[in-house]
């Protein structure tokens, strides 16, 4: 059964350094998104995209924060300048349709020092 | 935008018993309600979802009912297993591209 597959599983990182978190999503999928959860917390929205442009963001998703799917399989979230409050666990999802069932990756755990 | 409360937060039930959590939306354009299983440093699954065109839905120990009017929704799980132990989160979405919204989550410890 195809997934959705997210690297690194885990990522530690100094305050201020950039990180790339990378996502493969299931080849027939057409919608993605990013999701956070901060350890404990709820799984909150950051940003969909379709068609190779933003369609929607989040209040979280601030100038820091970018996506792109720079090859037509890979799908990434940038953060620019992490910040402590950065760390929680990134998930990345995907829908053939933009409704119906959210398909996650396994998640990259972000901590910044 | 969407909100969505959940409630509880932790609910323990000695297994063998019968465990509800309910949520509550705002948005009653949301016409779609999943609820997501997650275990401990896992990635969050689906399994059960429930549209807005149907008031309840069960599959094997497993149920959700939905109520348009007061806009709250609810899993039902019977006959409890340790390895339903778990936090549970729904959701709610409506139509087109719109993102789910989560709600806070629900830890489930089924005690055997």
């Known amino acids: 059964e195809p997934e959705v597959t997210q690297t690194p599983s885990h990522q530690v990182t100094q305050m201020g350094q950039e990180v790339i978190l990378r996502c493969v999503p299931i080849?027939?999928?057409?919608?993605f998104y990013w999701y956070r959860q901060i350890l404990g917390q709820k799984v909150e929205f950051l940003v969909s995209?379709?068609?190779?442009?933003?369609?929607?963001k989040s209040e979280i998703f601030d100038d820091q924060f970018s996506v792109e799917r720079p090859d037509g399989s890979n799908f990434t979230l940038k953060i620019r300048s992490t910040k402590l409050e950065d760390s929680a666990m990134y998930f990345c999802?995907?829908?053939?349709?933009?409704?119906?069932?959210?398909?996650f990756g396994e998640g990259s755990r972000l901590t910044v020092l | 935008g969407e909100n969505v409360e959940q409630h509880p937060s932790t609910l323990s039930v000695q297994e063998g018993d019968s465990a509800v959590i309910k949520c509550t939306y705002s948005d009653s354009a949301s016409n779609y309600f999943p609820w997501y299983k997650q275990e401990l440093g896992k990635r969050p699954q689906l399994i059960i979802d429930?549209?807005?065109?149907?008031g309840e839905k069960k599959d094997q120990r497993i149920a959700v009912t939905l109520n348009k009017t007061a806009k709250h929704f609810s899993l039902h799980i019977t006959e409890t297993q340790p390895e339903d132990s778990a936090v549970y989160f729904c959701a709610a979405s409506s139509s087109g591209n719109t993102p789910l919204v989560f709600g806070k989550g629900t830890r489930l410890s089924v005690i055997a």
């Open positions: 429930i549209r807005s065109n149907v």
């Open positions: 080849s027939n999928h057409l919608y």
């Open positions: 999802a995907g829908t053939p349709s933009g409704v119906g069932e959210l398909f």
């Open positions: 995209f379709y068609n190779n442009e933003i369609s929607e």
